[in-house]
């Protein structure tokens, strides 16, 4: 699923082509992708784009009349930016396009299950109604992020990837994030240090803000594409029985559900193995 660096270059990338254009019209090739029936799809048609938020995983396009556009990618929804002359073709992975004078922006999911969603609000409160309410990481000082992540005792993998807790922070980056910050996927919030929380606010800090600046540099430069939970550059997330770059140890990981958390034994838990089913159910439920 694409998380907040991602989301933050898609965001770069559309403000470049679509802020102060006008939108010219909508086309939801499948209409499951549509979630909300008020106002309608035709509302958009001849508002002018005057702003583009982040909203934890979503991308929200803020028309005149204070119409929202929201998008959510969930695990296989991409975007793409077509010019003008690129012709439409036949996807069927596409979802709905938005035609600009300038280009078209498409909304394409792989696979069968279809869990890309879009919706339509109007007005501030509607838009709030959307955010899970997690915190800001970049915006919150220590003692927020802390008080964030106490406010009940998880294993911090469940912590950190729960968007009503701290925005924008998937399974992919919160396996780096724990990685710097040398401290265990199943350390429970609650039990750490003063020392141990500094660590994980710095490598937050340190981690989102490194693959921020890295993408957003590649989308002011072309739209973003190849979008995926797993880089070569990344030190463990989906790197399983490859080298840590810190030790050289085989990186380790816990499957559970339909996700997995990649680790390594000696940077973060002392050498320990975690890879069992007990731990998959903690994880799980923490």
Known sequence: MPELPDIAAYITALQERIAGQTLRGVSIAKPFVLRTAEPPVSALAGRTVRELRRIGKRIAIGFEDDLWLVIHLMIAGRLQWREPDAGTGVNRSMLATLTFPNGTLALTEAGAKRRASIHIVRGAAALESIDPGGIEPLDADLPTFRAA????????????????????????YSDEILHAARLSPIAMTQKLGDEQWQRLYDATQATLQLWIDRFSAGAKRAFPTGVTAFREE?????????????????????????????????????????????LSRLLKRG
């Open 234 to 278: 990344m030190a463990v997330h989906g790197r399983y029985r490859k080298p840590c770059p810190v030790c050289g140890n085989p990186v380790q990981r816990i499957r559970y559900a339909d996700n997995e958390t990649n680790y390594c034994p000696q940077c973060q838990t002392g050498g320990k193995l975690l890879a069992d089913r007990a």
């Open 149 to 172: 992540l106490c406010r009940e005792n998880h294993t911090l993998k469940r912590a950190l990837t729960d968007p009503h807790t701290i925005s924008g922070i998937g399974n992919a």
